[in-house]
């Protein structure tokens, strides 16, 4: 696994988690473009946002203005700050980058629930 994810659990309505994603220096500078996406249970794959190496952000609708895409680039590391989380905020997240060829992170659980 070449991007490593973590930071996933079990929160109530209403909280918060920050998901990192990590690699090496090699591959995070190869990265273009990194992207959070997720799967609910019986649902397909989808975009959740996306961060440029410009630190450009765009994001799916139902997240925008509750979900950060940020990186750190001497971390070698790029985060998903989810507030106000709900229960359809529920699926496996999965960091992903584009540059020379594609990365996928392993997935992390998010749970949310009472």
């Known amino acids: 696994v070449q991007l490593q994810a973590s930071g996933g659990g079990l929160v109530q309505p209403g909280g918060s988690l920050r998901l990192s994603c990590a690699a090496s220096e090699s591959i995070f500078s190869s990265i273009n473009t990194f992207a959070w996406f997720r799967q609910a249970p019986g649902k397909q794959r989808e975009l959740v946002g996306r961060?440029?190496?410009?630190?450009?952000?765009n994001y799916e609708d139902s997240v925008t203005d509750r979900f950060t895409i940020s990186r750190d680039n001497a971390k070698n590391t790029v985060y998903l700050q989810m507030n106000s989380l709900n229960t359809e905020d529920t699926a496996v997240y999965y960091c992903?980058?584009?540059?020379?060829?594609?990365?996928w992170g392993q997935g992390t659980q998010v749970t949310v629930s009472s």
């Open positions: 992903y980058g584009r540059g020379v060829r594609d990365y």
């Open positions: 961060i440029y190496r410009s630190g450009a952000t």
